[in-house]
């Protein structure tokens, strides 16, 4: 009886806790219900509006790295509109694949930054930084978690280590398979490349049962990723009830390859790679639609929710103060602030240009006039060299020399006056206390005036100090706006700008070609060609990016047909590794472009 009593308590817990276990999943199924996913209905009509982005007309669509083949060696041939066809179709396998793998390095750099972060760094990304419907749920989740004595944040931070590592394996497998699939195009394309000058007829189909055996191949390999996220997401499916497996569609057998096709099948049989090609973008979409980096908005939505209630309430704010409230209160601060402008304008601006403007143009040819003028202290100063020699010829007697100066002088009449003080009240009276006396109020006077002749000088020569000083504000003001407004000319954003980042990424970009190009020199001695293999796409998606990083700058120094040349040198095969090397440290050494921000001054 009491053993069945002490397991009531026990089983009524667990129902209760379960009650709110499934109660709680029916309320979050509910609520997520209204929210639009990612593959709802509504975001499929918008994003059908728009197929290729907004963007996608007004942007500039740069060259890349080229093929290792030409088109004008094509237009000899008697299929020459089909080989057109064909290089188009190798043009948009190698740009496809290309922005894929840009991408895919993208998304790929920005978890592995995420994987090496604090437990705390995690858990405020989990919550933060993937966007409201995450938010909401992860804290749904930590307050059922509190209800039940759980410990949420170490159930989120297992959570986005689970999810952080799976992405990245993702991403690294689709890299590695694309990598490959790239350099291996190249690499056909360099072999067939002589082969379409020579005789063209007989070279388009062995160049297209290779690309299709390329295809068949990435078909194989890219279906690992594929099987980890099928692992992980057991219901996922692409478009309407369609598998996330990719299958390319093959070329027919043909039992001789020496026999020549007609225009229709050259016609069918690039048209069949064109929609193997779309295939590998839907199938590369579907796959990086939840492993990309998250987007600006998705990242920084809690900023731009509060900037958005923010400005909401200084909307209402205004609109309360303007006109159409009936309220004159925008119209008085506008007024104010204009008022204020001006005055700071005269005050700050115009006024200290003008003094410093009169300054130098005027007041160096007008020094000599002021308070004290250089005649009057002159005038002094001879009276009291009479007064000094009539009183020191007549206390001496006898004519003194002419060149005695005053203050040999001033030493005879201050002598006498010490003689004459001991009398004060006879001498005052019978004396030369009385003339001593005033000799020495003109030599008061005389240092009087100097002292002032001097302080009017120095005023005069610091005017354009005080007219600087007043211009100081309006002076820093404008070193701000001159800051932005370089900042903004340079573009100092990205690898195309030009100013200090922009240099230092470039030049990463080259330290990174270096390092594929060792890495694929080891690969290749150790006999691993599957990692020389994807080595070398990964240093043609380095090369890539570093030519569209400098044929901006490169063109206004007319130095690209240069660098072009060096950098589809990079690319060839053929080329040793060490002239490769060499190459690399000329390049940075001699273009403009590249050179360090320090050196570039």
Not at 151 to 179: E, G, M, W
Not at 447 to 466: G, P, R, S, V, W
Request: include cysteine; aromatic fraction near 8%.
């Amino acid at each position: 009886m009491a053993s069945s009593q002490s397991e009531n308590p026990n089983t009524e817990a667990d129902s209760a806790k379960g009650l709110i276990y499934s109660y709680s999943n029916r309320t979050w199924r509910a609520f997520l219900d209204l929210l639009p996913s990612r593959d709802s209905s509504l975001l499929a009509k918008i994003s059908n509006l728009y197929p290729q982005g907004l963007t996608a007309g007004f942007r500039k669509r740069r060259s890349g790295l080229p093929l290792l083949l030409h088109p004008n060696a094509l237009h000899s041939s008697p299929v020459a509109a089909e080989a057109s066809r064909i290089f188009v179709i190798l043009e948009d396998i190698r740009a496809h694949t290309l922005s894929n793998l840009h991408k895919i390095h993208k998304s790929l750099a920005f978890w592995q930054a995420r994987a090496v972060e604090t437990d705390y760094q995690k858990v405020w990304f989990m919550v933060f930084n993937r966007g409201p419907r995450a938010f909401i749920y992860e804290s749904f989740q930590i307050i059922r978690k509190l209800a039940t004595y759980g410990h949420p944040f170490q159930s989120i931070n297992h959570s986005a280590a689970d999810t952080i590592s799976l992405k990245i394996a993702i991403l690294t497998t689709l890299q590695r398979c694309l990598a490959t699939f790239l350099a291996q195009i190249y690499l056909e394309v360099n072999k067939f490349g002589e082969l379409l000058i020579a005789d063209p007829d007989k070279s388009l189909l062995p160049l297209l049962v290779a690309i299709d055996t390329l295809f068949c191949k990435l078909e194989a390999s890219i279906s690992h990723p594929c099987e980890i996220y099928n692992s992980n997401n057991d219901s996922l499916s692409m478009g309407s009830g369609n598998s996330c497996a990719l299958l390319f569609e093959k070329l027919p057998n043909m039992e001789h390859l020496e026999t020549q096709w007609i225009d229709t099948e050259i016609r069918d049989s690039t048209s069949l790679i064109h929609q193997n090609l779309q295939r590998l973008d839907s199938y590369l979409s579907f796959m990086l639609s939840s492993c990309q980096k998250p987007n600006r908005m998705t990242l920084y939505w809690l900023r731009y929710t509060c900037g958005a209630v923010g400005l909401s309430a200084c909307s209402f704010w205004v609109l309360r103060h303007s006109s159409l409230m009936g309220s004159s209160d925008i119209d008085n601060w506008i007024r104010t602030a204009k008022e204020s402008t001006t005055a700071f304008w005269e005050e700050h601006v115009e006024l200290p240009l003008i003094s410093i403007r009169d300054e130098l143009f005027e007041t160096f040819r007008k020094r000599h006039k002021g308070v004290m003028e250089m005649e009057e202290v002159q005038l002094t100063a001879n009276s009291l060299h009479r007064m000094l020699l009539a009183f020191s010829e007549q206390t001496k007697g006898q004519k003194l020399p002419e060149n005695l100066t005053d203050q040999e002088m001033m030493e005879i009449v201050m002598s006498r006056y010490e003689k004459e003080v001991m009398h004060p009240l006879q001498n005052l009276i019978g004396g030369e206390l009385a003339r001593a006396m005033l000799i020495q109020i003109q030599k008061l006077k005389l240092d009087l005036e100097t002292a002032m002749l001097e302080l009017d000088q120095i005023l005069k020569a610091n005017e354009i100090n005080f007219a600087v000083l007043a211009a100081l504000p309006a002076f820093f003001i404008s070193i701000i706006l001159l800051y932005l407004v370089r900042t903004w000319v340079l573009q100092d954003k990205g690898e195309e700008g030009r100013g200090r980042v922009a240099r230092i990424r470039r030049r990463l970009l080259l330290v990174e070609v270096e390092e594929w190009i060792m890495q694929f020199q080891v690969s290749t001695e150790q006999g691993m060609e599957e990692d020389a293999a994807w080595i070398f796409g990964m240093m043609i998606c380095s090369l890539d990016l570093l030519c569209k990083a400098v044929e901006k700058n490169a063109k206004e120094t007319h130095e690209w047909p240069r660098l072009r040349q060096d950098i589809i040198k990079l690319m060839k095969t053929e080329v040793q590794i060490d002239h490769k090397l060499a190459v690399i440290s000329r390049m940075g050494r001699m273009y403009d472009c590249l050179l360090p921000y320090s050196k570039q001054r």
